[in-house]
């Protein structure tokens, strides 16, 4: 089955440490997303790429990065420069163009809490 | 002013009740309308897509888009405990090509009781 695959669902840090949350897609969608959703202020966007080596940073970077050396794949690195990384991180993608430009395809999320 | 207003709830209703869910945007460019739904601990998941204005029907679902009000509906029939989630309206312009933003509202928390 075709879908986006979030790994680890849940995960615990320390602060000051630096973690990688995995997105894994065989949709072969060219664009990827990442999002950050807490209660009371839903879904907002870190960064995306649309085109493999290249990404934009979206309406809450700092903190964040990413890469996307690969079309399928595009981790996401919270790092200890993130004041309040605790949240539920969605992976999303999509085609560009055609009837399906608009909608995002999400994976099951993953539960981060720093301790 | 946020762009997508959507009133979280929570919104309780008796099984077999018509449950309509709303949002109201501002920006008059809009086109394209989404509403998602997601289950507790899950990932949203598209339930409708709808382009401009005008009804939308899917099984128990449909989707209302009124332009000139700027402000989009969804409307489910007989409602059932497993539709009981979070419903996330999401809309966007045209746009510069393929970089269209999409815009969300915070999401309606629905609960179906038996």
């Known amino acids: 089955d075709g879908g986006i695959t979030q790994s680890p669902k849940y995960l615990f840090r320390k602060e000051g440490q630096n973690v990688t949350l995995s997105c894994e897609q065989n949709?072969?969608?060219?664009?990827m997303y990442w999002y950050r959703q807490d209660p009371g202020q839903g879904l907002r966007l870190i960064y995306y790429?649309?085109?493999?080596?290249?990404?934009q940073k979206g309406d809450i970077a700092e903190g964040y990065s990413v890469s996307r050396e690969k079309k399928e794949s595009f981790p996401l690195t919270v790092t200890s420069a993130q004041k309040n990384p605790t949240a539920f991180y969605l992976c999303a993608s999509k085609n560009l163009g055609g009837p399906g430009a608009n909608v995002l395809t999400f994976g099951a999320g993953s539960r981060l809490t720093v301790l | 002013q946020k762009e997508v207003e959507q009133d979280p709830g929570p919104l309780s209703v008796p099984e077999g009740a018509i449950v309509s869910l709303n949002c109201t945007y501002s920006?008059?460019?809009?086109?394209?309308f989404m509403w998602y739904r997601q289950y507790s601990r899950k990932g949203p998941e598209l339930l409708m897509y709808?382009?401009s204005s005008g009804n939308k029907e899917d099984g128990r679902f449909t989707a209302q888009v009124d332009k000139s009000s700027k402000y989009i509906s969804l409307f489910i029939r007989d409602s059932q405990p497993s539709d009981s989630a979070t419903y996330l309206c999401?809309?966007?312009?045209?746009?510069?090509?393929?970089?269209?933003?999409?815009?969300w509202g915070l999401g309606t928390s629905l609960a179906v009781n038996p």
């Open positions: 709808t382009y």
């Open positions: 790429s649309q085109i493999v080596n290249d990404f």
């Open positions: 999401a809309m966007s312009d045209i746009g510069a090509g393929n970089n269209r933003k999409l815009i």
């Open positions: 920006n008059s460019a809009f086109q394209y």
């Open positions: 949709l072969n969608h060219d664009a």
